[in-house]
């Protein structure tokens, strides 16, 4: 179990963890009703850095708004930057962390809708620990497809949707494998249950682009980013599962799995030196850790 800090930010004010509870009547605990955001943190002398805070806000906000839910109109970006400082400093991390941030629907019985549902942020930090180690992790495609977007649109992130990434991550961990690739309804490459992937062929990074039932992850978009820069040619387009069995390189990103290299998929071994791997890995780390002071 992850290591969790000692105080958490529910209606409103910094309270203790124990304290932080939803009714079990609410729309949050009854349908799922709630959008989230992760993002990474990590201690600086007195100070902390936050991994990109203002994108995982427009996220956070944008999840709410694909589903229906009403945003609070005090909860400005500014707002939300003042809760998370105030929440960070109250469990003053020594270490890298995570803060969770929730939006909830938490009206009792409303029903199953979104619409004049009250909602409030809650937080909590635990410790940053990967959910996969950071090389030879072994991918299973999924029996279970995604969900696609004309029923619960993996672009924003819906707690409810994540029993999708349950089925699909524990059938990959029943058959010794470290986590799934979800396949869409038309056979074409998702991403992994927490995390986005990439692969690498005769030097050119490819990546199933956004129409492919996949979350818009931000780490995504800063390896994306900082591949262009450096003049690694980039392909954001459908994928086909058996290119990544002939792949020179394959990895996964995401805010809870970092970067890591992949070694094999369905019993074929990936194998190789992963140059532009090493090279995306290294930026990586390097740009978590002298993330903007908040």
């Not at 995570?98 to 909590?124: C, E, K, M, W």
């Not at 490819?206 to 450096?230: Q, V």
């Amino acid at each position: 179990m992850a290591k969790i800090y000692k105080h958490a930010y529910l209606n409103g004010t910094v309270v203790p963890f124990e304290s932080a509870n939803l009714s079990i009547a609410s729309s949050a605990v009854l349908y799922g009703l709630s959008v989230y955001t992760v993002f990474y943190v990590v201690p600086d002398d007195k100070d902390y850095r936050v991994f990109r805070l203002e994108e995982h806000y427009k996220r956070l906000r944008s999840s709410a708004k694909i589903i229906g839910l009403e945003w609070p109109d005090h909860l400005t970006y500014d707002a939300f930057s003042v809760i998370v400082k105030g929440l960070i400093h109250a469990n003053g991390p020594k270490e890298p962390s995570f803060v969770r941030a929730t939006l909830h629907a938490d009206a009792l019985v409303p029903g199953t809708r979104t619409r004049d549902v009250h909602t409030q942020l809650s937080a909590f930090m635990y410790k940053a620990v990967s959910i996969h180690k950071s090389s030879d992790v072994r991918l299973k495609t999924s029996q279970w497809r995604r969900v696609p977007d004309n029923s619960i649109p993996s672009r924003a992130k819906v707690n409810g949707a994540y029993v999708n990434s349950v089925l699909a991550h524990q059938d990959a961990l029943d058959a010794g494998y470290d986590d799934c690739i979800f396949l869409d309804q038309a056979g074409h490459v998702c991403e992994l249950a927490a995390a986005n992937i990439f692969m690498v062929r005769d030097g050119v990074l490819i990546t199933p682009d956004t129409s492919s039932d996949l979350l818009e992850g931000i780490n995504r978009r800063a390896i994306l980013e900082f591949a262009e820069k450096e003049g690694i040619p980039v392909q954001e387009r459908m994928v086909d599962l058996s290119e990544l069995y002939i792949a020179d390189e394959v990895f996964i990103c995401g805010t809870s799995a970092f970067l890591a290299s992949v070694c094999e998929i369905d019993g074929r071994k990936i194998t190789g030196a992963n140059p532009i791997t090493k090279k995306l890995a290294a930026h990586h780390a390097e740009i978590l850790k002298n993330s903007a002071v908040l």
